[in-house]
């Protein structure tokens, strides 16, 4: 049995369709999957000056922070984190 959409569930689709959408002019190069797309942003941008610790083995870090990313895509940093939880849980499945 499928279990039923609630309000937020459907938000967090449209939202994951939209940046598909979006990125399907601007492709990544790493997929086109919204998960891809994601993991791509907060991972695999270039270098971040601003996350400058020697932990991260070379002494930096690539990547946006969570802030940048609800900026660049205009939703909130709490909204991001839905998007990611429900990231999470589909990696569950």
């Known amino acids: ?3 039923k959409l609630t309000r937020q569930d459907k ?3 449209r939202f ?10 601007y492709p990544t190069g790493c997929g086109s999957s919204f998960g891809e ?3 791509y942003e907060i991972h695999e ?4 000056p601003r996350m400058d ?4 083995g070379g002494g930096y870090c690539t990547g946006i922070t969570f802030k940048e990313l609800a900026d660049k895509w205009g939703i909130s940093v709490t909204f991001l ?8 849980r589909r990696l569950e499945e």
């Open 1 to 3: 049995m499928k279990k």
């Open 11 to 13: 938000k967090i689709e």
């Open 16 to 25: 994951r369709n939209l940046i598909e959408d979006r990125y399907a002019n």
């Open 37 to 39: 797309i994601l993991c």
């Open 45 to 48: 941008q270039p270098v971040n």
């Open 53 to 56: 610790w020697s932990s991260f």
């Open 81 to 88: 984190g839905e998007l990611i939880a429900d990231h999470c």
